[in-house]
């Protein structure tokens, strides 16, 4: 994303005297030798076709002992190539295993340590399990020899640590300046970790800091005047942009972004995604009107999201985790996509809020406070939730749990130590899943209710898989569930289950596919007989309903379905009648800094309609470029007037109504830019 790890590794080749050593009378007859093959696999490794250098290190595995060093060598110089061709889970494994193979104490084999620890934080940060990236990265550190290895190793740890562990990235920036005053860096390597400081500073409030960091990340990649402009010059001047905004200075921060080139497209547009939606608020995230981030990422050829990244989150780091998980979700028509040149396609930014349209509440916390009522009925009481730092409360949470464990290893309390820790963020994925296992066990054994169970054993099995973000391997992963006795006689269980399928797929089929299966999925909580009409869940599950309904232009289902759930359908989009406008402001709502600087964009627009035709509570969701025209976007409906709508109190007259407005200049100004 912002960074590839990997190639910034030391450029030598290991050694391979005594290294490789033949399966002999088993190995099939070969007309090369085992170096001879391993040769030529390193040598595709730098080429295009992975699928070549895949099939080269496959043939290379097939002539080396099970067990051995040399399969432990092969398997983790395969792993880097299965990762390349979206292969995560298979990466993954390959790099555990060749690991598990390399001898410790063998210093000739830190290289293809550091490598299998690179590529395990690579497809952690890849998919956006930060806690992973941090505990992989970590051990890459530790076990480099190279000071470019080291420095490599640090580069990407401290991507992830801003947004889990704040102190422990300085810490990280601290170690790499002392690294760095003993080599000459190239410029553009100086400027990444300037970049990484930059990052660091405004998501910790340093915002004077961070400027200056960001101004000497531009510096060290040539000045704003530079002839040639890359994307990590774009994104250099893009933090420089933010750092500017969020100290008051809005026209130097204008000028930053003028010189990313976004929203300065001489031909077409960059316009927004078919499947573009922001968050909901609530949720298990937690997420709340106030936060706001601004996540980059990358589009594909054919239209969907390859890489998200969070950038800066006034929320918290779990916060831009959350936004940049949105992200993952969105795509354009490929047709689209590829008229748009390849530099705008790339490290793309966008300022983002959650949408209160249909505010929902957290499938976890339910489960949660089923499992903590039924730990307080057996007389066990669970720690409160920290509330500082997660990192700094990491150490007492392993405490606790190694206490508990020596204790009564299979006991309720043990049980709860886990529960305490698998909740902090800071935990790795690949742990997480362990300690959900051996949770789920400990339930099972001591008859916990179903609902209880479910706190480990969804996110245990969630967790168990990398790729995740795959078309459709969420669905099938949790799908079994609903199926298992356990779960399908409850229907608190079940219910929590078809919930959580449709919450957390992430699918990249078409828009009519994904909508058709989640709303069969979640008529099946809706219509339990088994659940009060009341029920959280059930209500849930129509309120889903129905913002998928609103989503596919099927108002009077969207008001039926929310009327049946109890609460009161104000939202504007699934009205009778949404108030309709009587006034709105004319050109003078195209803010003159964009102008004068040659921007176009657009922004999403969320606000309620009071009785009085008033618009009140408007915020900007979506904005491109970030912060450019999200002030323009909201004062526009400020200026805007509704018709009067009757309520008995006098109240609101429609909430949460969402505008796209895009901005764009006349051909002439286009031409000049």
Same mark, same amino acid.
């Given at each position: 994303?912002?960074?590839?790890?990997?190639?910034?590794?030391?450029?030598?080749?290991?050694?391979?005297?005594?290294?490789?050593?033949?399966?002999?009378?088993?190995?099939?007859?070969?007309?090369?030798?085992? +170096?001879?093959?391993?040769?030529?696999?390193?040598?595709?490794?730098?080429?295009?076709? /992975?699928?070549?250098?895949?099939?080269?290190?496959?043939?290379?595995?097939?002539?080396?002992?099970?067990?051995?060093?040399?399969?432990?060598?092969?398997? #983790?110089?395969?792993?880097?190539?299965?990762?390349?061709?979206?292969?995560?889970?298979?990466?993954?494994?390959?790099?555990?295993?060749?690991?598990?193979?390399? *001898?410790?104490?063998?210093?000739?084999?830190?290289?293809?340590?550091?490598?299998?620890?690179?590529?395990?934080?690579? #497809?952690?940060?890849?998919?956006?399990?930060?806690?992973?990236?941090?505990?992989?990265?970590? +051990? $890459?550190?530790?076990?480099?020899?190279?000071?470019?290895?080291?420095?490599?190793?640090?580069?990407?740890?401290?991507?992830?640590?801003?947004?889990? %562990?704040?102190?422990?990235?300085?810490?990280?920036?601290?170690?790499?300046?002392?690294?760095?005053?003993?080599?000459?860096?190239?410029?553009?390597?100086?400027?990444?970790?300037?970049?990484?400081?930059?990052?660091?500073?405004?998501?910790?409030? @340093?915002?004077?800091?961070?400027?200056?960091?960001?101004?000497?990340?531009?510096?060290?990649?040539?000045?704003?005047?530079?002839?040639?402009?890359?994307?990590?010059?774009?994104?250099?001047?893009?933090?420089?942009?933010?750092?500017?905004?969020?100290?008051?200075?809005?026209?130097?921060?204008?000028?930053?972004?003028?010189?990313?080139?976004?929203?300065?497209?001489?031909?077409?547009?960059?316009?927004?995604?078919?499947?573009? /939606?922001?968050? =909901?608020?609530?949720? %298990?995230?937690?997420?709340?009107? +106030? !936060?706001?981030?601004?996540?980059?990422?990358?589009?594909?050829?054919?239209?969907?999201?390859?890489?998200?990244?969070?950038?800066?989150?006034?929320?918290?780091?779990?916060? &831009?985790?959350?936004?940049? /998980?949105?992200?993952?979700?969105?795509?354009?028509?490929?047709?689209?996509?590829?008229?748009?040149?390849?530099?705008?396609?790339?490290?793309?930014?966008?300022?983002?809020?959650?949408?209160?349209?249909?505010?929902?509440?957290?499938?976890?916390?339910?489960?949660? =406070?089923?499992?903590?009522?039924?730990?307080?009925?057996?007389?066990?009481?669970?720690?409160?939730?920290?509330?500082?730092?997660?990192?700094?409360?990491? &150490?007492?949470?392993?405490?606790?749990?190694?206490?508990?464990?020596?204790?009564?290893?299979?006991?309720?309390?043990?049980?709860?130590?886990?529960?305490?820790?698998?909740?902090?963020?800071?935990?790795?994925?690949?742990?997480?899943?362990?300690?959900?296992?051996?949770?789920?066990?400990?339930?099972?054994?001591?008859?916990? *209710?179903?609902? &209880?169970?479910?706190?480990?054993?969804?996110?245990?099995?969630?967790?168990?898989?990398? !790729?995740?973000?795959?078309?459709?391997?969420?669905?099938?992963?949790?799908?079994?569930?609903?199926?298992?006795?356990?779960? $399908?006689?409850?229907?608190?269980?079940?219910?929590?289950?078809?919930?959580?399928? #449709?919450?957390?797929?992430?699918?990249?089929?078409?828009?009519?596919?994904?909508? !058709?299966?989640?709303?069969?999925?979640?008529?099946?909580?809706?219509? %339990?007989?088994?659940?009060?009409?009341?029920?959280?869940?059930?209500?849930?599950?129509?309120?889903?309903?129905?913002?998928?309904?609103?989503?596919?232009?099927?108002? @009077?289902? $969207?008001?039926?379905?929310?009327?049946?759930?109890?609460?009161?359908?104000?939202?504007?989009?699934?009205?009778?009648? *949404?108030?309709?406008?009587?006034?709105?402001?004319?050109?003078?709502?195209?803010?003159?800094?964009?102008?004068?600087?040659?921007?176009?964009?657009?922004?999403?627009?969320?606000?309620?309609?009071?009785?009085?035709?008033?618009?009140?509570?408007?915020?900007?969701?979506?904005?491109?470029?970030?912060?450019?025209?999200?002030?323009?976007?909201?004062?526009?409906?400020?200026?805007?007037?509704?018709?009067?709508?009757?309520?008995?109190?006098?109240?609101?007259?429609?909430?949460?109504?969402?505008?796209?407005?895009?901005?764009?200049?006349?051909?002439?100004?286009?031409?000049?830019?």
């Amino acid at each position: 994303m912002r960074i590839k790890t990997i190639a910034l590794l030391g450029a030598g080749v290991l050694a391979m005297a005594g290294g490789l050593v033949p399966v002999g009378a088993q190995t099939p007859p070969s007309t090369t030798t085992i +170096q001879q093959d391993f040769d030529a696999a390193t040598a595709l490794d730098a080429k295009p076709d /992975r699928a070549a250098s895949l099939a080269a290190w496959e043939k290379l595995e097939a002539r080396t002992k099970p067990g051995s060093r040399s399969r432990g060598i092969v398997l #983790v110089r395969k792993a880097p190539t299965l990762f390349a061709l979206n292969r995560a889970d298979e990466s993954v494994k390959a790099a555990r295993a060749g690991l598990a193979l390399l *001898p410790a104490d063998d210093a000739s084999l830190a290289e293809d340590r550091t490598r299998a620890f690179l590529i395990l934080g690579q #497809v952690a940060t890849d998919t956006l399990d930060y806690a992973g990236a941090v505990t992989a990265l970590q +051990q $890459a550190e530790a076990s480099a020899i190279s000071t470019a290895d080291k420095l490599g190793a640090m580069l990407s740890l401290v991507t992830a640590q801003i947004f889990i %562990d704040p102190t422990a990235a300085a810490a990280t920036l601290a170690r790499s300046d002392a690294l760095v005053g003993t080599v000459k860096l190239e410029k553009s390597v100086a400027a990444r970790f300037a970049r990484e400081r930059t990052l660091l500073k405004l998501n910790t409030g @340093d915002i004077a800091g961070a400027r200056a960091s960001a101004l000497q990340a531009i510096r060290l990649l040539g000045g704003l005047e530079t002839d040639k402009v890359d994307i990590m010059d774009a994104s250099a001047r893009s933090d420089a942009a933010i750092a500017y905004l969020l100290s008051g200075n809005a026209d130097e921060a204008r000028r930053y972004m003028a010189y990313t080139g976004a929203g300065r497209m001489v031909k077409g547009s960059f316009d927004p995604a078919a499947e573009m /939606r922001s968050p =909901d608020c609530g949720g %298990d995230a937690g997420l709340k009107p +106030q !936060d706001v981030a601004v996540v980059e990422f990358n589009i594909a050829s054919d239209g969907t999201i390859d890489q998200a990244a969070p950038i800066y989150a006034a929320g918290g780091g779990q916060v &831009a985790l959350e936004f940049a /998980r949105a992200v993952k979700g969105w795509s354009w028509p490929a047709e689209k996509v590829q008229a748009i040149p390849a530099f705008y396609r790339y490290h793309v930014r966008v300022e983002m809020r959650c949408s209160t349209a249909f505010e929902r509440p957290s499938i976890d916390d339910g489960l949660d =406070d089923v499992l903590e009522q039924w730990l307080s009925s057996k007389g066990v009481t669970v720690a409160p939730a920290p509330t500082g730092s997660q990192a700094a409360a990491l &150490a007492g949470q392993r405490a606790e749990l190694a206490s508990a464990t020596a204790q009564s290893p299979n006991g309720l309390r043990t049980l709860a130590a886990i529960y305490r820790l698998t909740n902090n963020p800071t935990v790795a994925r690949e742990e997480r899943a362990a300690l959900a296992a051996r949770a789920l066990a400990i339930a099972v054994a001591n008859d916990a *209710p179903p609902s &209880a169970r479910l706190t480990f054993d969804l996110p245990g099995r969630v967790d168990a898989v990398t !790729d995740i973000w795959r078309p459709g391997v969420f669905e099938r992963t949790l799908t079994p569930m609903v199926s298992e006795p356990v779960y $399908a006689n409850d229907p608190q269980a079940r219910a929590a289950i078809r919930l959580m399928m #449709v919450d957390g797929a992430v699918a990249r089929t078409r828009k009519s596919e994904k909508n !058709d299966t989640a709303i069969v999925t979640l008529r099946q909580v809706a219509d %339990d007989k088994a659940l009060k009409p009341n029920d959280p869940l059930r209500v849930g599950a129509l309120i889903r309903i129905a913002s998928i309904e609103e989503r596919n232009g099927e108002i @009077d289902a $969207a008001r039926a379905t929310f009327a049946s759930s109890g609460l009161t359908a104000n939202q504007c989009a699934i009205m009778d009648a *949404p108030p309709k406008m009587v006034s709105q402001p004319g050109s003078e709502a195209f803010p003159m800094e964009a102008m004068r600087w040659g921007f176009e964009g657009w922004t999403q627009v969320q606000f309620d309609i009071g009785a009085d035709g008033n618009v009140i509570n408007q915020r900007a969701l979506l904005s491109y470029p970030p912060f450019i025209f999200s002030e323009a976007g909201t004062k526009f409906f400020t200026k805007a007037k509704y018709a009067k709508t009757y309520r008995p109190d006098g109240g609101l007259g429609c909430g949460a109504t969402t505008t796209r407005i895009k901005f764009m200049l006349p051909d002439s100004a286009r031409r000049g830019s």
